[in-house]
């Protein structure tokens, strides 16, 4: 089925105030000429190299799972809760931490138990204690324990008990082997004369020597456990809590692309600092897809990458910095109608016209690989595909009318949604994972129970074909567009309009669509090849960027980076930033006070 149009690929409207661009941008230029502009703006732009000096906030920074590091966090909270006077609900948390510690203690005891019966070769108390509640769930120890008892069965030639032990014992802790292939040389035992034959054995010296490396690694255990509470009686700064979440802000606002001179407010610490500009500078054109791009999302939060679905069957994947494309997943057999991308940027998901939908592997550019495709008979286009909020689920949706939710651990569909009388053009999870909201051919934006599959309710005030959904991150607030020419914003609680954006164009057989930016932007396409930035609560048009030569299909913001990414009918993709030295277009900058923005026309 084609909604391909050629009736906009030579329209081009230029406004007095706006500085066209004919092709891709220097980037180093425009950051050197926005740098001089600092003293007269008070805005800077921080190279790329600059945010990659802030050590990334990664889970080899500290173990969340170390005893000390839980019970530093328990004290911290503690002294939190004190400090804004929750005595009771410090004492509660105390109280549930003492029971934690009391089974530590407990851990501990019979790990001091284990390690002597061990060294005396009492294993009828190994074997109690091991099956003792504190010790069942501490797979590594148990399988090296077990392992020293199946070796000095094999050297006392006890084959029977030996080999009941690597059943009951061994074989299901066999994936705590200390390397590849040691289960197997254990196995491989009960048919030689002596332990050595094995070559995960060779240098095995004896049953004496072999409990005392045993004994050594639970006293190293032991060691880890009691240093760990060290921390209990270590001076803790006031104000911990406060001070480690400044900290963290404070890293936030160092990592941005984009920095005031003055200090900026954070209004809140839900979510990560990310100062909302306008842009009004192309920053990069991607160039290299043989038919026009539908769709485009960044590979990951950072925004390093991004991705771009075409007419040319292809997904290819960009450097955001370099505008090169780095990946080019091949394997649809027609166009590709939307894309998604999960948090981490490993997985990408991919709706076609060939009636597929594909998960692909992105974790290694240099070899991007297709994991599975989900197929559903005479379902025809696939125009749709998301993720819910926990990532585990895929909702796609099409021509058929019809709203699938794929599981992704079972490889199954586990719901489907009737009830639309046309086409499913864009369908998408509630921040919450309880709702889909989908918006149709047939002039309606539905809610539908994702547990139950029916629709709860129906909105009917668009004058054309809804072409797409998208909520704000509060969860607030729904943003629908329409072949009306507008777009629409939604109380979600209410389910009430509040507002209709208007002056770009969506007639024709397209699927324009729109999305926000932060909390205060509003940002879609056109026909007439300009992607439209609107403030959210006037409605105003602040922003008109102009550069592409045919319809604007999506536009999507990363925070992080603090760039907008376009998607056109000319077959490129392109990328816009604020520059502080474009004097033909007026900018937004700082406040220091909540919100944080202020618009040109202000």
Sequence with gaps: MNDDTDEANDTALTFAHIKPHAGTSQPTAQSTSAQTANAQL??????????????????????????????DIIRIIAQYLDSQGYTSSKVTLYDE????????????????????????????EVDRICSSTYLKDKKHILYNVYKQQYLELIEDHESQK?????????????????????????????????????????????????????????????????????????????????????????????????HSDAIPLVPTILTDYAPVVVPNTEQHSFIGHLGNIKCTAYVGQCGRHVASGSSDNTIRVWDTETSECVATLRGHTARIWDICVDRTGSTLVSASGDGTVKIWDIRDLNKPQCTSTVVTENSGDVYSVSLNPLESHIIMAGYDRTIRLYDRVTGRIVQTFHGHELSVAHAVSNPLGNLIISGSKDQTVKFWDIMSGTCVKSLRSHLGEVTSVATSDSGMLLLSSSKDNSNRLWDLRSLKQLHRYKG???????????????????????????????????????????????????????????????ASDDWTLKTWWFDPNNSDMPGPHFSTQPGGLRLPYD
């Design 504 to 566: 770009h164009q969506n007639t024709s057989k397209n699927f324009i669509r729109s999305s926000f930016i932060g909390d205060s932007l509003v940002v879609g396409g056109s026909e007439d090849g300009i992607v439209y930035i609107w403030d959210r609560e006037s409605t105003k048009i602040v922003q008109r960027l102009s550069g592409h030569q045919g319809i604007v299909y999506d536009a999507k913001w990363n925070p992080k980076r603090g760039i907008l990414c376009s």
């Design 162 to 258: 030996a080999f009941a032990t690597l059943n009951k014992h061994l074989k299901p802790l066999e994936s705590q082997q200390s390397f590849q292939g040691e289960f197997r040389d254990l196995c491989y035992l009960l048919t030689t004369k002596s332990i050595q034959d094995a070559p995960a054995f060779r240098n095995w010296d004896g049953v004496s020597s072999s409990r005392e490396k045993l004994a050594e690694y639970l006293q190293n255990i032991l060691e880890f456990e009691i240093v760990g509470r060290e921390s209990e009686h270590q001076h803790m700064m006031p104000n911990r809590l406060t001070a480690l979440l400044r900290q963290a802000v404070a890293y936030q606002i160092e990592s941005c692309q984009y």
């Design 42 to 71: 008070g805005l800077h732009y921080h190279h790329s190299e600059r945010s990659r000096l802030c050590t990334e906030a990664s889970a080899e920074l500290f173990d969340e799972n170390s005893p000390r590091i839980r019970r």
């Design 97 to 124: 931490a003492n029971v934690k510690q009391q089974h530590e203690n407990n851990y501990i005891s019979d790990v001091v138990r284990l390690r002597a019966a061990i060294v005396d070769g009492e294993w009828t």
